[in-house]
C-alpha cells in the first residue's frame, strides 16, 4: 500500500545553525506521537549532510544536477546527495522550471542519476493559472508525467514519489480545491495505472502542493487520491508545520 508523507520545502530559506535546529526540534516535537504519515525535510544542499545526522526524519534535496560528474562549476551531482545521506530529492519544481529553465528532457536526465544513485524522486508536475482558464491542465500535467518519467521501467517508476503542484497556488495562499486537487491526482493516477498497472498506481504517493497548511491539510489528506503534501511556507516553522502533519 502507498505511503502517506508530508514533506517540507524549505526552499532558499534557513542558514545552516537555524536547519540543524529545526531539525532537531520538529523531531523532539513529534516525538511520542502516532504519525500517520513519513515527515521529510527539504533542506538547502549545505544543510543536507549537517541534518541528515542529525535527525531520523527523511530528508530531501532540492534539486541535483543533470550530469553524474565532473566540470560543471557550481553544481550537485545525485551522488553527492546520495552521501550526504539525504534519501529524496525534489526534482521539476516549479520555481526549478521557471526561473532556472529546467525542461522535462533535463529533468528526465535528473531522474535517471537521482534513482542511479538510490534516491527517490519527489516529482513535481503542474499547470499554471493560465493553463488552467485555457482548460488545458489535464494535458499540460500528462505531459510533464510522460515526457520526463514514463520510459521508466515498472521497477524505477515505483521509487518516485509525484507531487501534483499547481503554479497558481505554489506561495500564492490559493489553494487548489480539495475537489479541485482529488480530480487532478485521480486522474494522474489513472495516466499511471494505463502505463504501468493498476497495483504500480495504486502504489505511487500523489503528494499535494500549494499554499497547503494546518488549517486545510485535514480536508485535502481526507481524499482518497490524495496521499499527503509538498509543503513551502507552512514548512518553515515547526509549529506550522506540525498540524500539517497532524493532518492525517
Ligand atoms: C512548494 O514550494 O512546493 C509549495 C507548495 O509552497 P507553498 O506551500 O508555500 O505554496
Not at 501534483?164 to 487548489?176: K, R, S
Request: charge should be negative; aromatic fraction near 8%; hydrophobic fraction near 45%.
Amino acid at each position: 500500500m502507498r505511503k502517506n508523507i508530508v514533506a517540507g520545502n524549505w526552499k532558499m530559506n534557513k542558514n545552516l545553525q537555524e536547519g540543524v535546529a529545526f531539525a532537531k526540534d520538529l523531531e523532539a516535537a513529534l516525538a511520542g506521537k502516532t504519525l500517520k504519515c513519513d515527515v521529510i525535510i527539504g533542506t538547502p544542499f549545505i544543510h543536507l549532510a549537517s541534518v541528515a545526522s542529525s535527525t531520523k526524519l527523511g530528508v530531501a534535496a532540492q534539486n541535483c544536477a543533470d550530469k553524474a560528474s565532473g566540470a560543471y562549476t557550481g553544481e550537485v551531482s545525485a551522488a553527492m546527495v546520495a552521501s550526504t545521506g539525504a534519501k529524496y530529492v525534489i526534482l521539476g519544481h516549479s520555481e526549478r522550471r521557471t526561473y532556472y529553465g529546467e525542461t522535462d528532457a533535463i529533468l528526465k536526465e535528473k531522474v535517471l542519476l537521482a534513482l542511479a544513485n538510490g534516491l527517490n524522486p519527489i516529482f513535481c508536475i503542474g499547470e499554471t493559472k493560465d493553463e488552467r482558464e485555457k482548460n488545458v491542465h489535464f494535458d499540460v500535467v500528462k505531459k510533464q508525467t510522460v515526457d520526463a518519467l514514463f520510459e521508466l521501467s515498472a521497477a524505477d517508476f515505483s521509487k518516485i514519489v509525484i507531487a501534483y503542484e499547481p503554479v497558481w497556488a505554489i506561495g500564492t495562499g490559493l489553494t487548489a480545491t480539495s475537489a479541485q486537487a482529488q480530480e487532478m491526482h485521480a486522474y494522474i493516477r489513472q495516466i499511471i495505472a494505463d502505463k504501468y498497472g493498476k497495483e504500480v498506481a495504486d502504489n505511487t504517493s500523489i503528494l499535494y502542493g500549494g499554499s497547503a497548511n494546518g488549517g486545510n491539510a485535514k480536508e485535502l489528506f481526507a481524499c482518497p487520491d490524495i496521499d499527503g503534501g509538498l509543503i513551502g511556507g507552512a514548512s518553515l516553522d515547526v509549529e506550522k508545520f506540525i498540524p500539517v502533519i497532524e493532518g492525517f
